[in-house]
């Protein structure tokens, strides 16, 4: 009788501790979510909505159990919500995280609640989690622990309460940490180890697929994963990462411009007024209105967003500007910010400088009151809506204002470096190069927010920035530690008796 090879039996033993490592941590992340929302005690908190949130659950035919059937400016969030046959709105935004709310529904009663929907959320969590940790682990049980970047920040509450919510936001959120988790297990990963790429390609795609059909403005983030996926080697089937990347730009395709569509014939003309007074006018100064083509009176209207903002002109240049010429005016806009660098960069300035109030304090986390009537609520500095307010909340926010940029231009720096480097500090080169992709990624976020809609809600709107520049400082550091580490071994290689 023959006895089995203690090679084969290590692989095997090898594969069992790799998959008990996956599941042990999907549970661990999932917990994370559900113990930071506080899930178990039933008294979840998460993010108010400001008007936002009907444009999606509408079509789902959800109807908050509110005195009015509406779930914005409750002082708080409305958790409760029935559920009729038919939508209660004509068009319903198309995003992924319609798939989470009609996965909360299953089996249920006519009724869902939003803390069904963050199970949901954590669960999901764990999925992504465990799957990259399984992908990571083939090099060693250890290279998993590079996972706790993408995973650590959602014990801090300022991300992870959007999964109690309807907003588009919190798919957004679970698309980013897939990419950030696939491609944190093929920065660890070798080229033959087929499968473990394989798991780590498809997760980072699927994530890119999830972040860009949750918002157009995340579209920076499929991007992202499609890069990433487009350059990885596996084995030898150097198209494998191109094919992938590409079968996901073509899957994703229908979604995001059916998305496109409706943001144009529902808010496109409230984008552009917002792109025109919020943004071009007060960074492009007095010349602004010429540069436009706008008479000099559209100065009056610089810095007053479109909702919330005071009465808007019902001159017939601005019902032309923004009605009529929409497009023409948005195009306008922005080549006026290309041939002004520096109004377009102060523009840019202003959307990282935001990112440094994830915690979003005019959204309340508690819960709402169901029988308060709805009224105007939020706040004009937070909004976006008024300029000189604005200001006021961007002086008051805790960090330096040049911090984000700094972290931007650090991690830039540091990935275009590493190449230079790699072969004498691969691990640390490693984590410049996941800072790097996070930090333009980030910045390509930040771009998207203030083009696309100016000033206006530019906080909530650079909210998955902020995530993306925390996994940025978290790569930076987690490169000088690999440095250190690296310095400090080779100092106790070279003491005299050191068995090394």
Known sequence: MMRPSVKGHGLVGHGTRRIAL???AGVAAASLVVLTLGLPTGRTFGVEDNGDGFRLFCGL???PRTVDRIAAWKGGVVTDFAVV???TCGMSTPSSAALVLRAAMLGGDGSVALATVAWWYAVLVGLVVASAAWAASASGLGRAAVLLVPVA???????TRFFVSTYGEPAGLLGALAVACGVAALLVTRPGQRAARTVALTLTALGGAVAATAKVGYLPVLLAAVVACAVVTVGHRRRLGPVIALATVLAVAVP???AVQFQDQVYGGANVHDVVFTLALPELGPDGPGALGLPPEAADVAGDGFFNGPPLPTADWWVRAIGEDADATRAAAHGALI???????RGLGVGLQATTRADLPYLAAGPGDPARPTGLGGDAGWSGSRGPALRAVLDETPWPAWLPTALVLLAVAAAGTSVLWR???????????????????ALGLVAA????????EVFKHVWLASYLLVLSGLGLLGAGGAVVCRALAVRYARRPGSPL
């Open 423 to 441: 072969h004498r500090e691969p691990a640390a080169a490693r984590w410049c190069l996941a800072a790097g992709l996070a930090a333009v990624t």
């Open 22 to 24: 996956a599941l042990g």
């Open 85 to 87: 046959a038919s939508p």
């Open 153 to 159: 920040p959602l014990a801090l509450p300022a991300f």
């Open 339 to 345: 041939r002004h660098p520096g109004a377009l960069l």
């Open 61 to 63: 035919g959800m109807v």
């Open 256 to 258: 995001i411009g059916a």
């Open 449 to 456: 927010a203030v083009l696309g809609d100016g000033y206006f």
